[in-house]
């Protein structure tokens, strides 16, 4: 099984090793070879994106578009305009899935909020239970961007460094359990892959 992810940019490269790992250690020996395709800032619309998708179909299983609903622009309202709309600029392509990350990658990361405070060196509270209701005034990315200035490091949050240290070594099901954007991107590998979903 070969797929293929087209995310926007480091920071979900960053994702691919936590990603990795979670995947094995669910489907052992029908692990996909997977191939992240950084777009460089954000997932192609329109013609666009039904061009780069066939192309890539040519040569994957699947493909597999991963685009954040906060992209600076008003492109996307929510998760499902932002799926509705990608199905629509590709077409009726039965291999291709379109994800989300609501309302940005960081969405993913706030889970972990207790490591990104001993990386910030503060103690800002999380900012809320619900990480994917964290909303387009002030998306998830501003919310680390924040500690991190705060913080005693000394530096601002630099998204594929720092998203890097906070996903080392952890169960990316702590997460899913939290996002059910992320949990639908990982249940569409596991069930491309036979391997099984997470309730």
Known sequence: MNI????EGET???FKKCLTNFLESRLGGKMPRIKFL???GRIPKGTELKRVVENLLKTNDAVIALTDVYTGTNDFTAPNDAKNKMRQWVGDHPNFYPH?????FEAWLIPYWSDIQKLAKHNKSKPGSNPEQINHQKPPSYHIKEIFEAGKCQRSYKKPRD???ILKDK???VSANAC???K???NTILQLSGGTLIS
């Open 100 to 104: 989300v990350a609501h309302h940005d």
């Open 4 to 7: 293929t992810v087209l995310v």
């Open 184 to 186: 639908a991107f990982l």
């Open 38 to 40: 950084n777009e460089g």
């Open 180 to 182: 059910p954007e992320l």
């Open 171 to 173: 169960d990316l099901l």
């Open 12 to 14: 979900e490269q960053a």
């Open 163 to 165: 998203g890097m240290k």
